[in-house]
């Protein structure tokens, strides 16, 4: 019954449903940014000499730097005056239990569908659940802790393992790295520290669940994991956040650092709010995540199934120093509407015999907007160094676009790089053939959809699996009648 | 169970179907033999609800509603089953996975449970059976890679979990050597009930060795323009279409 562009139209009047605000009291700052401010964060989460004077280096340096230009993205000026940097809900959260959490919060969770008591019972997935700016509950900390595993909020590791954050934090994404995450360096509110201990296998997955609530509140997260030798570790990030009008800056940074036979998985499902279909609205999700496999032999592996924000700008990278490390980047990235993605990642190889896989699948509908950007980088001593990339684009409809940007730098002879792209549409007859078989429109984008992204979700933990592909669906439903 | 009075469609203001009137009962299978041209697809198209295709006057009742007001979903959800002609191929999506969300949304249309993953995969393999299918084959993505007469055997399968009211074979026959046309028709044979009615849409009178028909109907330039029994179309096959058409140029013969 309806043409592609028509499918379209209706894929864009759909509205989103996880939009809705928590009334919660906030103690924020004025907005803008200062010396002052940059301070004021500091004192206010009790940091030592070394973070507030860490932030002002890197506050100052951020004054002398631009917003990058490349991307294929397009954006009003952000006014960085206009911008709250720092905003706790009033109820304070050193809580021994979820009983103690304000009600208020945990309803919000509810309605996400993410019961942080469903989760510690059923999933035994350990949640440090971030809520605006201060984390609010710690879950399965006993248990960790009785392993050696170190997994709580950032402000509370520099308070109890000031040395580890020191020696860690800063060293895998410096803060003259870029505009964005020189600014995260001076403002970071809060995210998560993970340390897992020599020979440690983590025994579940880690867990963060972030929402951004107040209204114009950036929100600066840092986390930092550490990933000692021979330890392993799986993290689970996931997030989506309320309608909002006025766009809102999501500016992280994520440091990974794998020693000697040390494997880290970070798995990411990102639904933060696109904006409204003439793309008012939505979240500027600018992060900057990166692992380092400085150890022998160790693996850092990103997986991320990128639905939401209005714009999106992020390259999980690794950094293969160590000889026989591995490095590897899974992702689906959706645009619809006037969503803009400009996504990828950068695998610089600098130690002999390391090895990288790509795979990254977008999918663009609507007006969407999807470039697909990496780079493989291979350095004089990375003697057979390998790398497998493959990158697929999937077009619904007609007025969405798909841009694939791949860099390729090669310094040595005995590389190995493999390069595989693809551009594919859905069509009306693979549609017509579905509906023939009783499927309607929606499942049938659905189904074609998913298949295309299954070599992704196999990389995802299972219930994260689950959940990528229910997301998926719902963020193209309406798409064709 | 399908009566099509008067239709007339066509595509790109181009009229196809000229007054096409057709009457099937329950457990019948008629064969509608043309000529290229004669509009043997766009009748298959336009009773499975195809987009781009404009019904311009007469009307189709199937199983005593109007089937031209329903969306192609809603028609396969209420049993109408279109074996294409050129099956689609649907890549990174298993013939499995496809075919589970077809009949559980078939299954639920008709106020049936959905089937989990066991109880799916067991009917599953009795069908298989049925159409002499390899299960290596069902694992595959739709359609993907699949050979003529795979894909061919493929729908059959389909047509077999899907247990549809209706079934119209477009051009089943197109691009089978003899063998896998006899297993395609074999496949359909042991399909053939008293409560399903079967629409052949064939060419050839090959097919119709196989499939035997109890009405063959003769569309030329949109109009059935002759009906008879199965000996019909060995007539057809003896002296060709272009003796039909000489006879409904003399008037022999009516629409």
Redo the contacts between chains.
């Keep these: 019954m309806t043409s592609s562009t028509e499918m379209v139209l209706d894929l864009e009047r759909r509205g989103y449903t996880a939009g809705f605000v928590t009334d919660i009291e906030t103690d924020e700052l004025p907005p803008g940014h200062s010396e002052d401010n940059i301070r004021f964060i500091s004192a206010k989460k009790g940091e030592p000499e070394w973070m507030t004077e860490y932030r002002l280096k890197a506050y100052r340096h951020w004054l002398t730097l631009s917003e990058p230009t490349w991307a294929h993205v397009d954006f009003e000026p952000i006014d960085y005056q206009e911008i709250v940097y720092y905003s706790a809900p009033k109820v304070k959260p050193k809580l021994k239990s979820l009983d103690e959490v304000d009600p208020e919060l945990l309803r919000t969770y509810e309605k996400l569908g993410i019961p942080l008591r469903e989760q510690e019972m059923l999933a035994g997935v350990a949640v440090d659940a971030v809520f605006d700016s201060v984390s609010v509950a710690t879950t399965f900390k006993d248990k960790l802790a009785r392993m050696g595993i170190i997994f709580c909020p950032l402000s509370e590791a520099l308070e109890t393992h000031p040395e580890l954050v020191k020696q860690y934090l800063g060293s895998v994404v410096p803060h003259t790295d870029n505009f964005y995450a020189a600014l995260n360096a001076a403002v970071f509110t809060e995210g998560s520290f993970v340390y897992i201990p020599k020979g440690v296998r983590c025994p579940m997955e880690l867990s963060t669940y972030f929402r951004i609530n107040a209204a114009k509140t950036g929100q600066f997260e840092r986390t930092l994991i550490i990933a000692d030798e021979g330890s392993h570790v799986s993290y689970l990030e996931g997030c989506t956040a309320p309608m909002r009008d006025e766009n809102q800056l999501h500016a992280a940074v994520v440091e990974l650092v794998a020693l000697d036979n040390a494997t880290i998985k970070y798995s990411t499902v990102q639904n933060w709010y696109p904006g409204d279909k003439d793309g008012k609205g939505g979240i500027y999700n600018f992060v900057t995540k990166r692992g380092k496999c400085a150890g022998r032999n160790s693996k850092i592996s990103w997986t991320q199934v990128e639905t939401g924000s209005a714009i999106t700008w992020k390259y999980p990278s690794c950094i293969l120093i160590g000889d026989g490390s591995v490095g590897e980047f899974y992702s689906v990235a959706l645009s619809n509407n006037c969503q803009q993605a400009d996504t990828g990642t950068k695998m610089i190889h600098i130690g002999k015999d390391t090895r990288s896989t790509i795979v990254s699948k977008g999918i663009s509908a609507g007006r969407g907007r999807q470039t697909y950007r990496g780079q493989v980088k291979i350095l004089k001593g990375a003697d057979n160094a390998r790398n497998h990339t493959q990158c697929d684009s999937l077009l619904i409809g007609d007025q969405c676009r798909a841009d694939t940007v791949p860099y390729v730098e090669v310094r040595n002879a005995t590389a190995q790089l493999e390069h595989e792209a693809s551009t594919s549409k859905v069509s009306e007859d693979q549609l017509y053939y579905c509906r023939q078989r009783g499927i309607s429109t929606e499942d049938a984008v659905s189904l074609i959809v998913n298949g295309f992204c299954k070599e992704v979700f196999r990389e995802l933990p299972m219930e994260f699996a689950v959940e990528a592909q229910k997301l998926l669906g719902l963020s193209l439903e309406g798409a064709v009648g | 169970m399908l009566s099509i009075r008067n239709l007339q469609a066509g595509v790109d203001g181009k009229t196809i179907l000229k007054g096409l009137s057709l009457e099937v009962k329950p457990g019948e299978v008629h064969a509608i033999m043309g000529p290229n041209g004669s509009g043997k697809s766009t009748l298959s198209h336009v009773l499975?609800?195809?987009?781009g295709y404009d019904v311009t006057g007469g009307e189709v009742a199937f199983d005593g509603k109007d089937l031209l007001g329903m969306?192609?979903?809603e028609?396969?959800?209420a049993g109408v089953?279109?074996a294409?002609q050129y099956?689609?191929e649907?890549?990174?999506?298993?013939n499995k996975?496809?075919?589970k969300?077809?009949v559980n949304?078939?299954r639920k249309?008709r106020g049936l449970d959905e089937l989990d993953a066991m109880d799916f995969l067991k009917l599953f393999r009795e069908k298989l059976k049925l159409v002499g299918m390899p299960e290596a084959l069902a694992n595959r993505?739709v359609n993907a890679g699949f050979s003529g007469g795979e894909k061919k055997r493929n729908e059959i399968l389909?047509m077999a979990l899907?247990d549809p009211k209706l079934a119209i074979l477009d051009e089943t026959d197109s691009g089978l050597d003899i063998d896998a046309l006899r297993s395609v028709a074999d496949g359909v044979n042991a399909l053939r009930s008293p409560e399903r009615s079967m629409l052949v849409i064939t060419h050839y009178q090959r097919l119709l060795d196989y499939i035997v028909p109890d009405f063959v109907h003769v569309l030329v330039d949109g109009r059935i323009v002759r009906s008879g029994g199965k000996e019909l179309a060995l007539e057809l096959e003896e002296r060709g279409y272009d003796f039909i058409r000489e006879q409904v140029k003399r008037g022999q013969v009516g629409a």
């Design positions: 499975a609800g195809r987009d969306d192609a979903d028609r396969a959800r089953f279109l294409f099956p689609v649907i890549p990174g999506v298993s996975v496809f075919l969300a077809a949304a078939v249309h993505e389909q899907l």
